[in-house]
């Protein structure tokens, strides 16, 4: 096999073809931008809450400790989508999965 000299991405297994541009991604991603930015303020809240709660009773409560994770996870796929390091469109869940 002769090396002509230019580099030639591998094609996808399933045979898609090239993944979208990151500015097409961060276009399709915009949406979750929203939603991450109102899901912040409401994380903030949580976790001010949850501060006082610990002061209070000595524990985080279980509620809080979920809703502030799920944002977390949920901002990790949008940003894993964005930054090519996944094709599938994140859901717009806070769920594991």
């Keep these: 096999m002769q090396n002509s000299g ?12 090239h993944r979208e541009p990151r500015r097409l991604r ?3 991603a915009a ?3 929203l939603v991450l930015f109102l899901l ?3 994380a903030t809240v949580a976790v001010v809450v949850g501060f006082f709660a610990v002061l209070i009773t000595g524990e985080y ?3 809080i400790r979920d809703f502030v ?8 796929r949008v940003q894993a ?5 996944t094709d599938k469109y ?3 869940s806070l769920q594991a999965g």
Excluded at 6 to 17: E, I, S, T
């Design 40 to 42: 912040s303020v409401a």
């Design 69 to 76: 994770v799920g944002i977390y996870r949920y901002n990790l």
């Design 26 to 28: 961060c276009v399709l």
């Design 6 to 17: 230019r580099f030639r991405p591998p094609p996808h297994a399933d045979g898609r073809g």
């Design 31 to 33: 949406p979750h931008y």
């Design 90 to 92: 994140p859901p717009f």
């Design 81 to 85: 989508y964005v930054g090519l390091l």
């Design 61 to 63: 409560p279980l509620g």
